[in-house]
C-alpha cells in the first residue's frame, strides 16, 4: 500500500463510519504483524485492555486507526488484505489508567509493537511520551493527554522471505569453540577496507576483510553485543552522548535500525541474515548478547511506549504493596515480568525466531540471574528454565548465562542448569588476582585453569560449562588492565562515579602511558601471561575484541556512551601490535591442534604414587616433584609446574576413536623474582621443545630451545613457559611407589626441620631473654629463588602479609609499586648456560604464522 493510496484510504476513513478497506478477522497467533503475500495479520496480546485500535501510518504522519473487534485469550487481531511490507502501525490501548494499582492504558500514546520485525523514526524525548505531567512528576494525578504520534518510533510491517541458499549452522562443538565478542558499530567503523557507507552496519561486519581476520585469527564465533533495537536515551542525549553498547532494549524481535546500511525501513531485516548467511559461509557462528531482564521503559518516571501502556501488570515486576513502584533487580529501573506467561511466551517466541528465521547460534543472557526470579530469590528450577529445556529450537543452540544481576543473592556462578554455560566471574578474578601477584590464589589458580571443576563438575556439566574471560566489554581491555589502578571515566558525565572500582588491575608503577621501557615490557609481558592463561585453559575461552592488537580505552571502563573512537576498534594498532596479534593467532593454532587443551571431561588427575602413564595432569613444584598438600596450602606460593598428558585422554573423538596427542608442561611464574624450574624425570618426557616463552616480544623463541629431562630452565620474573614433548617418555627405571616413598621421606624430613627451627628459635627466645644485655640485632638474609624451590625470608613474608593486612585483598599491590624493587620485576633470562642443560636445535617451529590453521 503506497502512500498514495493510504491518502486515500485516510480522506475515505474520514467521511465514513464504517472501514475503509476490508478488514478480516484474522488470527491470534502469530503474535505481531505477519505478512503472507497477499497480506497481514495483527494480532497483539493485552488482558486489561478495554478497546485496541491498529493505527496505519504513512510517512506525514498520517494515521488511519481500525478497531480490532476479534479477541481471543486476550490477544486482539485482524487481518488487513492488501497491507505490504513497509507499512508503518503503531497501536493504541484503552483501558484503566491507576499507577497506583499497576493500570497504565493511556490511548493517547501510540504504542509500538512488542513483536514488530522491524522500526522506523525514532523516540525524540518530548514530553508527549509521558503519561504523567513531567513539569510536576510527584503528583500521581497528574495527566498528560498529548499525543505522541509525531514523537515515537513506528512499526514496520517486513517482507519475510529470504534465499537461504545452502546456508548451513557451523554447529561448533564447545570444547573447539572459541568466541570473540564484539559491536557491530564498533568492529567496522574505522577499517580500512570496509567502504564509508557501509562503516558500522551488518554489511560492514559482513565484509571479506572482517571475516578473513576473524578467521585468520583463529576464533570460532562472533558474539554480538546487544543488536535488539535499543533506546538512545534522554539524558545521554543532552551530553552529547549515545547509547553505544545497547542494553536498552525494547524491540525483541527486530535487528537495531541503525546498524543497516540501507535506509528503507525494514531493511535491516534481510540485511541481518545476509550477514549471518556470510559467516555461516566462512564457518562462523553468530551468537547474540540478548537483554531480556528489562525493557528501555525505566521505572515509575519512564515514557509509556509499548509494554508499560499494552499491560503493564503482565510485562513488569512491580512491587507487591506499592504497584506504583517496579521491582527492580538490573539497575535499570524495572524488571521483566518472567512469573507472568505472556512474558515468558514473549522471551520463549523471540529466542525462537531468531533461531528459525534470523539463524543465529546462541545466546549470551545479560544479567541472567533476574530471569530465573520467580519470587524474590534465584530459582534453578524456575520456569523459565524449564521452558528452554523442553523446547526443540532454543535447547539446540549455545545458551550462555551472565549469572548474575544486581538483586539479593544475585551472584550464581555455577549454579544454572546442566544445559547452559555460564560466564565464569571466577576465573577472571582469580586469574587477575594470580597474575598481579596476590597471596593464596595458588589453588584456586589450578582449578580455574583445567576447567573449574569445583563450580561445574557436581551437577553433570563439563568444562565447556565455564566461559573463561579476563575482558568483556563491561571493564578494563586487557591492555588498560596492565596500565591503569584506577578507572577514568569522566567523559561519561557521572564524575567518576560509575563503573568498576574494583578491577583487580595494576599499573605496574605508572597510571596510564609511559615511556619507561621496563614497565612498557613488564606490561606487554603480561598481557602475553593473561593469553597464554585464557586460550590454554580448559573450558571455552572469550576474548574481548581488540584485546588480540592492544586496544585501549584510556582508562575508561564503562563506555557505553562512547560511541566514537575511545569505544571502536582504532586499526592502526594490529600494525603497532602486529608481535601481539601473531602471539594471539600462535596460541589458538596450538589449541586447535591439541586436544589436550581442549578436552570435554574433566580431568581425573590421581592420588600421589598412582601411574605417571594413567594420570592425565601432575601439578609440580619448581623443583620438579610432585606437589603435596603443604605446597598447596603455601600462601605465598606464586609458581607452579602443570604435566597434561596427551597419552591420557579419556574422552573418544566423534567417531568413537582414542584420541592421542602430544604431552606438554606448562610453568607459571608469578612471583617477583625469577625461579629455576627443574622439569620431571624422563618417565614425563625425554626431550622438551620451547614453544611459549612471554619474556620474548613475540611470544615464543626465535630459536627452538630444547631441554632434556631433569635439566632446568629460569623461567623470569611474571612470566610463563610451554614446553612440548618431542621424545616420548622412558620407564625402565620407573617405580610409582618408590616416588611416593620419596615423598614422604621429604615430607617427614621438613616435618623434622620445621620442629628443630621451632625448637632452636624458642631455645633462642629463652636465652635472649635470660641475657636481654646481650641480645644484638640482626638483619634477615636476603631471599633465594634457586634450584626450583620457591623460598622467603622471615622478613620478606612479614612484610608481604603486613601489606595484606593494610590494603584490601583485591586492592593490595605486587611488590613492584615500591620504586626500589622495580628492577626485579624485568630481569630477563639468560638462556644457553650449561647448567640449564638448554639446546638449539635445528627443529621447525610447528606453529608459524605461515603454518595454515
Excluded at 90 to 118: E, Q, S, T, W
Excluded at 362 to 391: H, I, K, M, Y
Excluded at 688 to 715: C, F, H, K, M, R
Excluded at 768 to 783: G, L, N, V
Amino acid at each position: 500500500m503506497g502512500d498514495t493510496g493510504f491518502r486515500a484510504l485516510c480522506l475515505a476513513s474520514m467521511t465514513s463510519s464504517a472501514a475503509p478497506f476490508p478488514v478480516w478477522p484474522g488470527d491470534a497467533y502469530p503474535l505481531g504483524s505477519t505478512y503472507d503475500g497477499a497480506g497481514t495479520n495483527f494480532a497483539i496480546f493485552s488482558d486489561v485492555a478495554e478497546k485496541v485500535e491498529l493505527c496505519l501510518i504513512d510517512r506525514e504522519e498520517n494515521e488511519v486507526r481500525i478497531n480490532l473487534e476479534e479477541v481471543d485469550a486476550h490477544v486482539w487481531h485482524c487481518y488487513l488484505p492488501g497491507v505490504q511490507p513497509g507499512q508503518r502501525y503503531g497501536y493504541r490501548v484503552h483501558g484503566p489508567y491507576d499507577p497506583h494499582n499497576g493500570k497504565r492504558c493511556d490511548p493517547n500514546k501510540l504504542l509500538v509493537d512488542p513483536y514488530a520485525r522491524a522500526f522506523d523514526g525514532e523516540f525524540d524525548g518530548h514530553p508527549s511520551l509521558f503519561s504523567y505531567d513531567i513539569t510536576d512528576p510527584e503528583n500521581p494525578h497528574g495527566r498528560n493527554t498529548e499525543d505522541s504520534l509525531g514523537h515515537t518510533m513506528k512499526s514496520v510491517v517486513i517482507n519475510p522471505f529470504f534465499d537461504w541458499g545452502s546456508d548451513r549452522s557451523p554447529r561448533t562443538a564447545y570444547n573447539e569453540t572459541v568466541i570473540y565478542e564484539t559491536h557491530v558499530k564498533g568492529m567496522s567503523m574505522t577499517h580500512p577496507d570496509v567502504p564509508d557507507s557501509l562503516r558500522g552496519t551488518y554489511a560492514g561486519l559482513a565484509h571479506p576483510s572482517i571475516i578473513n581476520y576473524f578467521k585468520d585469527l583463529g576464533v570460532t564465533a562472533i558474539e554480538l553485543m546487544p543488536v535488539h533495537q535499543f533506546l538512545q536515551d534522554d539524558h545521554l542525549r543532552e551530553q552529547g552522548l549515545r547509547n553505544y553498547w545497547g542494553y536498552n532494549t525494547f524491540g525483541f524481535f527486530a535487528p537495531h535500525q541503525d546498524y543497516a546500511a540501507a535506509r528503507k525501513p525494514g531493511s535491516a531485516v534481510s540485511e541481518f541474515k545476509g550477514m549471518v548467511r556470510a559467516y555461516h559461509e566462512a564457518g562462523l557462528e553468530v551468537i547474540l548478547d540478548v537483554v531480556y531482564n528489562h525493557t528501555a521503559e525505566g521505572n515509575h518516571m519512564g515514557p509509556t511506549i509499548a509494554f508499560r501502556g499494552i499491560d503493564n501488570e503482565a510485562y513488569y515486576r512491580l512491587v507487591d504493596d506499592d504497584k506504583y513502584h517496579y521491582m527492580d533487580y538490573t539497575g535499570t529501573g524495572n524488571s521483566l515480568n518472567v512469573r507472568h506467561p505472556h512474558s515468558l511466551q514473549l522471551i520463549m517466541d523471540s529466542l525462537r525466531y531468531w533461531v528459525t528465521e534470523m539463524r543465529v547460534d546462541g545466546f549470551r543472557f545479560d544479567l541472567a540471574s533476574t530471569l530465573a526470579r520467580e519470587f524474590n530469590d534465584v530459582d534453578r528450577l524456575a520456569t523459565f528454565f524449564d521452558l528452554v529445556q523442553q523446547d526443540p529450537v532454543v535447547s539446540q543452540v549455545k545458551l550462555i548465562a551472565e549469572p548474575w544481576d544486581v538483586g539479593e543473592n544475585g551472584y550464581q556462578v555455577g549454579n544454572f542448569p546442566p544445559l547452559w554455560t555460564e560466564w565464569n566471574g571466577k576465573y577472571r578474578d582469580t586469574v587477575r588476582d594470580f597474575w598481579r601477584g596476590e597471596p593464596a590464589t595458588l589453588g584456586e589458580f589450578a582449578s580455574r585453569l583445567t576447567g573449574s571443576s569445583d563450580l561445574y563438575a557436581n551437577n553433570d556439566r563439563r568444562p565447556t560449562a565455564s566461559i573463561n574471560f579476563i575482558t568483556a566489554h563491561d571493564g578494563f581491555t586487557l591492555s588498560d588492565l596492565v596500565s591503569y589502578n584506577d578507572k577514568h571515566n569522566m567523559a561519561n558525565g557521572e564524575d567518576n562515579r560509575d563503573g568498576e572500582s574494583h578491577n583487580r588491575s595494576w599499573n605496574h608503577g605508572v597510571e596510564g602511558p609511559t615511556e619507561d621501557p621496563e614497565i612498557t615490557a613488564l606490561r606487554h609481558r603480561q598481557v602475553r601471561n593473561f593469553m597464554t592463561t585464557l586460550l590454554l585453559s580448559l573450558g571455552t575461552p572469550m576474548i574481548s575484541h581488540g584485546d588480540e592488537m592492544g586496544r585501549t580505552q584510556g582508562g575508561n571502563n564503562n563506555v557505553y556512551c562512547q560511541d566514537n573512537e575511545l569505544a571502536w576498534i582504532n586499526w592502526d594498532q594490529l600494525d603497532e601490535n602486529a608481535d601481539l596479534f601473531g602471539f594471539a593467532k600462535r596460541l589458538l593454532n596450538i589449541r586447535k591442534r591439541h586436544p589436550v587443551f581442549r578436552r570435554r571431561r574433566f580431568l581425573a588427575g590421581g592420588p600421589l604414587g598412582a601411574d605417571v602413564r594413567e594420570r592425565d595432569i601432575a601439578w609440580l613444584v619448581p623443583s620438579g616433584k610432585l606437589m603435596t598438600q603443604d605446597d598447596w596450602d603455601f600462601t605465598f606460593g606464586k609458581s607452579l609446574m602443570v604435566y597434561l598428558n596427551g597419552d591420557a585422554i579419556t574422552e573418544p573423538d566423534a567417531r568413537g576413536e582414542k584420541v592421542k596427542d602430544d604431552s606438554f608442561i606448562l610453568m607459571f611464574n608469578a612471583h617477583h623474582e625469577p625461579i629455576r624450574f627443574t622439569l620431571p624425570p624422563t618417565y614425563f618426557g625425554q626431550k622438551w621443545q620451547l614453544i611459549i616463552d612471554t619474556t620474548e616480544d613475540s611470544g615464543y623463541p626465535l630459536e627452538a630451545e630444547v631441554i632434556n629431562a631433569a635439566g632446568t630452565i629460569e623461567v623470569p620474573a611474571r612470566s610463563c613457559m610451554v614446553l612440548k614433548q618431542i621424545e616420548p617418555a622412558i620407564y625402565d627405571d620407573y617405580e610409582p611407589a618408590a616416588e611416593l616413598n620419596a615423598l614422604r621421606d621429604e615430607e617427614q624430613h621438613a616435618a623434622e626441620e620445621a620442629e628443630a627451627a621451632a625448637k632452636a628459635a624458642t631455645d633462642t627466645e629463652n636465652s635472649e631473654a635470660a641475657q636481654p644485655e646481650e641480645a644484638a640485632a640482626t638483619e634477615p638474609e636476603e631471599s633465594l629463588v634457586e634450584s626450583g624451590e620457591e623460598t622467603e625470608s622471615a622478613a620478606e613474608s612479614a612484610e608481604d602479609e603486613a601489606a595484606v593486612e593494610e590494603l584490601p585483598a583485591e586492592e593490595s599491590q605486587p611488590e613492584e609499586t615500591q620504586p626500589e624493587k622495580k628492577a626485579a620485576s624485568v630481569k630477563t633470562p639468560v638462556k644457553g648456560d650449561a647448567d640449564k642443560q638448554l639446546q638449539t636445535e635445528d627443529l621447525e617451529d610447528p606453529y608459524s604464522e605461515e603454518d595454515p590453521l
